[in-house]
């Protein structure tokens, strides 16, 4: 009995995925470990050594305090005094709580041992040397300060013989630590260089018999992208993709049946939409004609926004059915030999009101001679148009437009630039700058556009053979670049 497909794929995860696992569970066991050493000497060792280095320092603060007082008298001595010792007792009762080793308490009750001996020969000496109220000094004697400085020794001794005692420790447990790290990471590696080559043969075995059905399949998913809806595919395959091929097969007669009713429902929306829109503009031109009558300044303004606001309606409605014919094929061109300048001189001063009102200064650089090229003259006017507009919303007062025009006749081309200098385009946004409605991260405070405006010169642009991108950086402006084929000019036969 052969295995299905979700059968085969089950299998074949559940194994590869237990002998993962049991490499991961040895890898998870050998860092446990190792984290349990790093948390002890991170937790225990270190503080412990820490805390024993402050009880120095507090010592030998403590002797420093003690000789003052007994030179001086100041009361203020002996508080710092006391309050050392405090400190020291508390930092060592810290330390008995926490240490676990018999040699460890040991030296730590010795020390607090000598501590008490220690106060208690200075407590003794400072009441010895107030009976004697004439004196204007403690005496220390000799007899006193070798016993001091012989207890302060012994408890610096106890304290050192404490920290050698942990230091030793961390370094045990960082050497057993490396030798147990290195072997797990030796054992590790041999592991899941075994598991890899298992999982990628079993892998290998379940997919065989799925991927050659599967490339079938998107091929055909491929054609029907490019629009050829009427092919059906028939193949050999598991009961799972011939399900999946008879829905492929579906949609592909369904998108057949679609494209159709979208060819029937451009041509109706194009006189739907169009005819009581051009009503509506010319009733509202008629209007501010005054042909029916005077208006108020008021009845004036409110008109004008009517009639920008349904040109952009008839500019937005004409833009979505051109771009809509050429994504189905159904825009038809008249490619003759164009003059490019001429057509990039007439867009320009369509905007050049516009730009003189923003104070942006338009530019026109080309090589000294006329650049010609088979198109469309109305289609490439509509896309220098899109361009320059566009160029024209992003520039700031005061900016520059500029467009170039670099014939390169070796190559046989002509290559076509609109920059501005505007706030540029993000890196993240200029894989999606060509896509329908897409409009990006910038914004500019006058208007809004529809996001169509590229998609159809993109469209165009590559109808006559050629090639559009865009060159940007955030704050720089940016740049449209495209290239269309030389051709010889009609009248005279020359490029």
């Known amino acids: 009995m052969r295995l299905s497909i979700f059968s085969r794929l089950v299998l074949t995860s559940l194994v590869i995925i237990a002998v993962m696992g049991g490499v991961n569970l040895y890898a998870l066991f050998q860092l446990r470990q190792l984290t349990a050493m790093s948390t002890q000497m991170a937790s225990y060792h270190y503080p412990a050594v820490e805390s024993a280095k402050r009880l120095l320092g507090s010592l030998y603060a403590q002797q420093n305090s003690e000789k003052k ?74 007899d006193y300060e070798s016993r001091r400085d012989s207890l302060t020794d012994r408890m610096s001794f106890t304290l050192q013989n404490y920290i050698d005692l942990h230091e030793a420790r961390v370094s045990v447990g960082v050497t057993e630590s490396r030798a147990s790290a290195a072997q797990a990471e030796a054992v590790t590696e041999q592991l899941v260089l075994v598991a890899l080559m298992f999982g990628l043969g079993l892998a290998g075995l379940a997919s065989y018999t799925i991927l050659r059905p599967l490339r079938e399949l998107q091929g055909h998913i491929k054609q029907i992208g490019q629009g050829n809806f009427g092919a059906s595919l028939t193949i050999k395959a598991p009961a799972e993709l011939r399900e999946l091929v008879d829905s492929v097969n579906w949609m592909g007669q369904k998108l057949q049946e679609i494209d159709e009713m979208k060819t029937d429902f451009l041509a109706h929306v194009s006189h739907e939409l169009r005819t009581p829109m051009a009503s509506i503009q010319e009733g509202t031109n008629l209007l501010l004609d005054e042909i029916p009558g005077p208006l108020m300044p008021e009845q004036r303004m409110t008109l004008r926004i009517m009639a920008d606001s349904s040109k952009r309606l008839m500019h937005l409605i004409a833009t979505i059915l051109d771009l809509s014919k050429m994504e189905a094929g159904m825009m038809e061109y008249r490619f003759v030999p164009v003059d490019l300048q001429r057509i990039v001189d007439i867009s320009i001063n369509k905007i050049r009101l516009l730009a003189d009102s923003k104070h942006v200064q338009l530019v026109l650089e080309h090589a000294g001679q006329r650049a010609w090229v088979k198109a469309d003259a109305s289609r490439l ?65 006058q208007t809004a556009g529809s996001g169509l405006g590229l998609a159809l010169v993109k469209n165009v642009v590559e109808a006559h053979g050629g090639r559009i991108w865009i060159e940007s950086e955030r704050g720089k402006g940016a740049t449209v670049r495209f290239i269309l084929r030389l051709t010889k000019s009609e009248g005279k036969g020359e490029p």
Do not use: C, M
Request: net charge negative; glycine share 6%; proline share 4%.
């Open 69 to 142: 007082f007994l030179a001086t008298k100041d009361p203020t001595f002996r508080t710092n005094l006391t309050e050392e010792v405090e400190e020291f007792q508390r930092v060592l009762h810290l330390l008995r709580g926490q240490e676990s080793s018999t040699r460890g308490l040991t030296l730590l009750q010795e020390t607090g041992e000598l501590l008490k001996e220690r106060s208690r020969l200075f407590d003794s000496t400072v009441q010895a040397a107030t009976q004697a109220a004439t004196r204007s000094t403690y005496p220390a004697t000799l």
């Open 381 to 445: 006017e509509q896309v220098l148009d899109n361009l320059l507009s566009n160029a024209l919303k992003f520039s700031p007062e005061g900016g520059v437009v500029k467009v170039y025009l670099k014939p390169d006749l070796q190559a046989g081309v002509l290559e076509v630039s609109v920059s501005d200098t505007g706030p540029g385009i993000a890196s993240e946004d200029l894989p999606h700058i060509f896509e329908r409605f897409y409009q990006g991260r910038t914004k500019v405070k």
